[in-house]
Structures are given as C-alpha cells and as structure tokens.
C-alpha cells in the first residue's frame, strides 16, 4: 500500500500554476499548411488536393479515415520540418508528405506544442487527440531504417470540433 494518497489517475500534468504550465502554455507561432493530401483506400496513392472540407462527423471529406477510429484519428498531421529531420537520418535530399500518408503538412509550428490543445486549421476547430507513430510499413516506403527514422518524427492526430475548410497557406494557430 502506497503512502503518496489516492491515485491522481493519467497524467494530471504540471500544477496550472507552476512555471512549466505557464511554458507550456505560452504563445506559440502559429504554422502554415504547405501540402493536404487524401487517403481514397487501403494503400492507395495519396490525392493531393487544394482545399479540403473538415466535418466533426465524418473527419476529411474524400478521406477514407473519415467515419474510422471513433473520430480519435480524423486528421493527421506532420511537420516540414519532421521531414527534412526523416530524410537526414535517411541521407536523402527530401522525403515527400504522401509517403507517410498524412493529411496535412505544415511548415513553422511545433506540432508538440498543441498536445492538450485546440487549434484552428483554416477555419475549423480541431483538437489533438495524440501522436502518429510509425508502422512497420516505413520500412517498405522509405527502405532500412524508415521505422526509426520516423519515430519521434510522425506528427499528431486530430478530431474535428467545428467544421470549415482548409487550404494550402492557410494557418494553423493554436487557439
């Protein structure tokens, strides 16, 4: 028997008043979508698409995700930068957005920043819902060592709160 008290349960995260929550919730810069893309079906080539609609309901419209994973994993989301960190540590020039087959592609914001946060993607209101970790299929798409090169580097899942529209140069920005 523990003499620490009741189990607080997951994770409470740090004391709202302590210096980390202030860190962790400070402004953040907010990104800019370069690239959207829509998975028809089940290893599928990826649709880039100019514009997409967003729905709490059905997630991506054109998205085979988009009535899957108890709206947990409607959208998902990775970093330019994550990118260029992927091809470094597979000594490529570039790794294209489509071979990890997420939705959207952003440039400027640190996607960790959002964790236990709501965010604007064009005009609808997401939230993250977690993170995308590689499967073992990275070792088919990127060769040896796409599995870990991915790993830490996958971005993050989102739900649809409030639907709209995103485009590629729209912002994403924290709310």
């Known amino acids: ?11 409470p995260g740090p004391n709202p008043e302590s210096p980390l929550a202030r860190l962790l919730s400070a ?8 690239w959207l893309g829509l998975r ?32 947990t994993r409607q959208v998902t989301l990775v970093g330019a930068e994550d990118l260029a960190a992927i091809a470094a540590y597979l000594g490529r020039e570039a ?5 990890l087959r997420r939705n959207v592609l952003v440039s400027g914001i640190n996607l960790s920043a959002l964790k236990g946060h709501r965010f604007r993607l064009g005009t609808a209101l997401l ?3 977690g993170e995308c970790h590689p499967c073992s299929r990275m070792e088919e798409v990127l060769g040896v060592g796409g599995y870990n090169a991915v790993r830490g580097h996958g971005g993050i899942t989102a739900r649809v709160l409030e639907a709209g529209e995103a485009g590629i140069g729209d912002a994403l920005a924290r709310e």
């Open 95 to 99: 790794v294209a957005p489509d071979m």
């Open 40 to 71: 028809p079906g089940r290893r599928e080539p990826m649709l880039a698409v100019a514009r997409v609609a967003l729905d709490p309901e059905r997630g991506l419209a054109g998205d085979r995700y988009r009535n899957a994973h108890a709206r």
């Open 1 to 11: 028997m523990s003499n620490h008290g009741p189990n607080p349960g997951p994770n």
């Open 27 to 34: 402004p953040v810069r907010p990104g800019t979508v370069r």
């Open 127 to 129: 939230e993250h819902t």
